[in-house]
């Protein structure tokens, strides 16, 4: 065995052994070996060289050019390689869409559960019997709120479906909406009145209406049907009359919309259980792969790198860490920023005085995941809240919800992604937005929330295969 | 270099049964112990530095680590031989060293991940494991006061190696200014005239 400490010194003491030195391999035959760019020495004036300096420059010439082009047909079939491997790739995830979102998800679950798990390992816990423990509290969890949410949101559906098909209820609904949309400026109301117009004049409410004392047009009097002649006397009659009959028409579309949805989910329902089970089979899934992929990850990863051939060990090796550092990077701070934000818009949405603040903050929090679009799309169920009844103005609940999505994304975009998220992902704006919709078509909700980190990631497996490729191709046209 | 025969994935037999799985592993505890960086460890952490450490295979003429790719950590070979080259600018291409089993290299990358400075080919059949800068890492989290031994040793290496670069260093200065004196009473010498 060696002496550690002599091998150690070896690479550093060569001036005391004997040294083997190994010319670059030259063929035996009369022509050239392979050359590379630099084999003959630069001639100032070729009309001095000699007739055998003038060939040798010559043949070298020659192969130089054929080195390029070889070098370049390489590179075409590769790219073409490239394009076709992804263009297939693109393909067969499309197909396994489904499949790909369940797997995705169960392994962000994983991911984000996996630090818990490894910090109490640590502790010599058994790492099994940790991940049980902790899949059957979020099972627990998760069954409990869906219990309460379930049962709370079916009641509060009920409710309100019953309120829209009572008429007492339906129509202090409609009187209350027609009130809200009357104080907007006519700006804005202007596109509704437009399309009233056009529901109107294809007459599709005076067929559909069944009953003439629901219809906005005519009533029955001394069993007589009779149009509703309103005959406003100001301005400002004729336009509510007309929202009174466009809130009346959006609710006969809306009753005809549940209607039709019901009829269709109780069709399916009773035609095939399928539906119901396969809920049901895709959460159990789910659980499972999670379970395997928390208690099995350093045992996957371990085996991953192991399949990996050696000439390309190492940079995996180092690929594979900086996609776990980037990924771990990019799912903490996001964490951190959605729980950071949920507080915020919690808060605020509580000193506004709203109903279901806490739930509006989570929405909104969450909804700042998606780039750019989620903010304003996080503010539309708290805009509803405030136009469905509210001691605020639509107006000011507007002004007032608007600038608190401004502020929330200014201590955003000042304070948390700097310190927190800072450059662990780095795309350029509209690269992020075309991904965040290439998510949402492949994998929908899933595709929509994790569509950039995924992206980041991709982005860098590339550079580094490209990298390793470069001095690949390198070696195979240059034959070292 | 010899000409490349076959190449060898980097997996080891995988249908290992138990015994054999046990069998291995008291091999590879036993050559790691050997090692300086490992020195002093009891025998559960060298267990759990083998239990982490990456294992494999290399054929004959297989290059293990290249000159100039980033590096990614250090190498102890369990059994079988390697050789280091490296290549100067020229072309030329210098054998520096030959290591058998229970010898290391590398670990210098354990630390940063500056390019290789040298490549290091199988030279036969050879078993080597790999300790890698992500596992030290994540041994600094999992087990901090052995990552901290580990990181200490390496510095101890490295000292050692610091030190005797130094003494070369002074040894040859001494050479060049013995040389030059000698090269000055010479020249003296020939310019005094006859008498």
């Known amino acids: 065995m060696n002496n550690p400490s002599d091998d150690s010194t070896k690479l550093h003491s060569s001036s005391d052994e004997a040294v083997n030195r190994v010319q670059p391999q030259q063929s035996s035959t009369d022509t050239p070996a392979l050359a590379t760019e630099t084999i003959t020495p630069p001639i100032s004036n070729p009309e001095l060289a000699t007739p055998a300096a003038q060939t040798l420059t010559r043949e070298s010439v020659e192969q130089t050019r054929q080195l390029r082009t070889v070098s370049a047909m390489l590179k075409l079939v590769v790219l073409g390689i490239v394009l076709g491997a992804l263009a297939l790739s693109i393909g067969l995830i499309y197909l396994v869409r489904d499949i790909l979102a369940l797997v995705l998800v169960s392994f962000l679950i994983a991911y984000i559960l996996g630090p818990i798990v490894d910090a109490l390992e640590r502790r010599r816990l058994n790492r099994t019997l940790v991940v049980v423990i902790i899949m059957l509290a979020i099972l627990c969890g998760f069954a409990t709120f869906s219990t309460l949410a379930v049962s709370s949101v079916a009641e509060q559906v009920t409710k309100i479906h019953d309120d829209i098909r009572n008429k007492g209820t339906g129509d202090l609904i409609v009187s209350m909406v027609v009130n809200r949309l009357d104080s907007l400026p006519d700006l804005l109301l202007a596109p509704l009145l437009s399309y009233l117009k056009k529901s109107e004049e294809s007459n599709e409410t005076l067929q559909e209406t069944t009953n003439p004392d629901d219809s906005p047009l005519t009533s029955k009097k001394d069993g007589v049907i009779e149009l509703k002649l309103a005959e406003p006397t100001n301005a400002a009659a004729v336009r509510h009359e007309k929202l009174s009959r466009l809130v009346r028409l959006a609710q006969e579309q809306t009753l005809k919309y549940i209607s039709n949805q019901s009829e269709q989910i109780v069709s399916m329902l009773s035609n095939s259980a399928r539906g119901a089970f396969s809920a049901f089979t895709t959460g159990i899934i789910s659980l499972f792969l999670t379970f395997f992929l928390l208690n099995d990850a350093p045992r996957l990863r371990k085996a991953f790198i192991e399949i990996v051939p050696n000439r390309f060990f190492e940079p995996m090796l180092i690929l594979v860490n900086q996609l776990d550092q980037q990924l771990g990077s990019y799912l903490r701070s996001r964490l951190i920023q959605t729980a950071a934000l949920s507080i915020f818009f919690a808060l605020g949405y509580w000193i506004l005085g709203l109903r279901f603040a806490i739930t509006l903050g989570i929405i909104a929090g969450f909804a700042n995941l998606i780039p750019y679009i989620g903010p304003f799309i996080g503010a539309v169920p708290a805009l509803i809240v405030v136009f469905l009844g509210s001691h605020l103005s639509l107006g000011w609940g507007l002004l007032v919800i608007l600038g608190l999505t401004l502020t929330a994304q200014l201590i955003d975009n000042a304070i948390i992604f700097p310190l927190i998220i800072g450059k662990s992902v780095e795309l350029g704006p509209v690269m992020t937005i075309v991904v965040v919709l290439l998510g949402e078509r492949f994998l929908g909700l899933v595709g929509l929330l994790m569509a950039v980190p995924i992206a980041a990631m991709l982005k860098l497996i590339f550079q580094e295969i490209y990298t390793e490729f470069r001095g690949y191709t390198r070696s195979i046209v240059h034959g070292n | ?195």
């Open chain 2, 1 to 195: 270099m010899a000409e490349k025969k076959k190449f060898v994935d980097g997996i080891w037999e995988p249908n290992l049964d138990r015994a054999r799985k046990v069998r291995i592993e008291r091999d590879i505890v036993s050559v790691l112990q050997k090692v300086t960086i490992f020195e002093g460890l009891s025998p559960r952490e060298i267990h759990d530095i083998a239990r982490i450490a990456h294992h494999r295979h290399y054929g004959e003429g297989e290059a293990i680590i290249h000159q100039g790719q980033a590096s990614a950590g250090m190498y102890i070979i369990v059994e079988g031989k390697v050789q280091v080259t490296k290549e100067w600018k020229d072309g030329t291409i210098v054998h520096l060293t030959t290591l058998e089993a229970g010898g290391f290299f590398g670990d210098v990358g354990l630390l940063d991940n500056a390019p290789r400075t040298a490549t290091v080919t199988a030279v036969r059949d050879s078993k080597i494991i790999g300790f890698f800068r992500p596992e030290l890492l994540g041994l600094m989290d999992s087990d901090p006061k052995l990552a901290s031994k580990l990181v200490f040793k390496l510095a101890e290496v490295l000292a050692r190696r610091l030190r005797y670069t130094n003494n070369e260093l002074e040894k040859a200065q001494q050479d060049i200014d013995r040389l030059e004196a000698a090269q000055k009473d010479s020249t003296k010498t020939d310019t005094q005239p006859l008498i």
